[in-house]
């Protein structure tokens, strides 16, 4: 297959877009560092409620480790760079912003990071006429595919789940996966009035954002590994592939239980499994924690954009 053929169907330049005029009112540029400084005091508050201490975890020296770990932070905002970037000819700099979209989104509210993505498209011009109905397309079209991921491997996990006689999360994973399917069916049911895009682009978009879900799944079954060789590394891809349904299924009662129940009666180690899916979790925070409050310092920092 061509590469023009995996692209999405061309786009209009920004610089062939009828000139959007910037919202460079006060209350824009006030909001915009407004995020900003919510991010910088949540990571403050994280670091003096939960203490975080990094040095008594023992990390591996390995540099295929420390690529898995890159390629789980980074995945999300690399995929919707590439997306933006084919949208919008969305600049390097961009990629600043996304990364604090992602950072935003588990550290304060959710879809706060697309609220500031949305101010932020706004106020630089030249990039597009209505980010508002990229950006959702981008945000519904991430939760479809995720879901989409997980109803695919939900019959892959039922039978784990089965052989470790866990009867009380029965009923409650056959609720989730039926509102899983109801919710992944709106997209499809209403795409004409849902979506802005093309339908082409749409499915390029899915795309992109399946092909990542795969990319960070195998990156964390190829650390886990790394951690612990003496279990194979298909059977680390195998609690990887586990942990994206379990995480996912929305009504699930103990998720991290619940994992924690199946990732010892598939690697055993008690103890050492508990410190590895705390290690990589500790990982993700720090990343936050250094990323977010350096992004949150410089978004203060960062000047309105000249006429």
Do not use: C
């Amino acid at each position: 297959m061509s590469t023009a053929a995996a692209l999405p169907p061309a786009l209009p330049l920004a610089d062939e877009l009828p000139a959007l005029m910037p919202r460079r009112a006060a209350w824009s540029n006030w909001l915009l560092r407004g995020v900003s400084l919510a991010l910088l005091v949540a990571v403050i508050a994280e670091i003096v409620t939960a203490r975080p201490n990094l040095g008594d975890l023992s990390l591996p020296a390995s540099p295929l480790f420390w690529a898995a770990i890159a390629v789980l932070y980074f995945a999300l905002p690399v995929a919707d760079w590439l997306i933006f970037h084919t949208l919008w000819r969305l600049p390097a700099a961009g990629f600043a912003v996304l990364l604090r979209k992602r950072i935003s989104n588990e550290m304060l509210l959710a879809y706060s990071g697309e609220a500031y993505f949305y101010l932020w498209a706004r106020r630089n011009a030249g990039l597009t006429t209505a980010p508002f109905g990229a950006i959702k397309d981008v945000a519904i079209l991430s939760a479809f595919a995720a879901n989409l991921a997980t109803l695919a491997l939900a019959g892959f996990a039922l039978p784990f789940l089965n052989q470790l006689a866990l009867g009380q999360y029965a009923a409650a994973t056959m609720v989730s996966i039926g509102a899983m399917i109801a919710l992944s069916a709106v997209p499809l049911l209403f795409a004409r009035r849902l979506f802005t895009l093309p339908r082409g682009t749409l499915a390029w978009i899915t795309g992109v954002h399946l092909a990542r879900l795969a990319l960070t799944t195998a990156a964390l079954g190829v650390a886990w590994h790394v951690v612990m060789p003496a279990a194979p590394l298909g059977l680390w891809l195998v609690l990887a592939t586990l942990r994206l349904v379990v995480t996912r299924l929305p009504l699930l009662p103990s998720k991290d239980l619940l994992f924690a129940t199946i990732a010892i009666f598939l690697i055993g180690h008690d103890s050492e499994v508990a410190t590895l899916m705390a290690t990589t979790g500790a990982l993700m925070l720090a990343g936050h924690l250094l990323i977010g409050g350096a992004l949150g310092v410089a978004g203060l920092l960062e000047r309105e954009p000249r006429a």
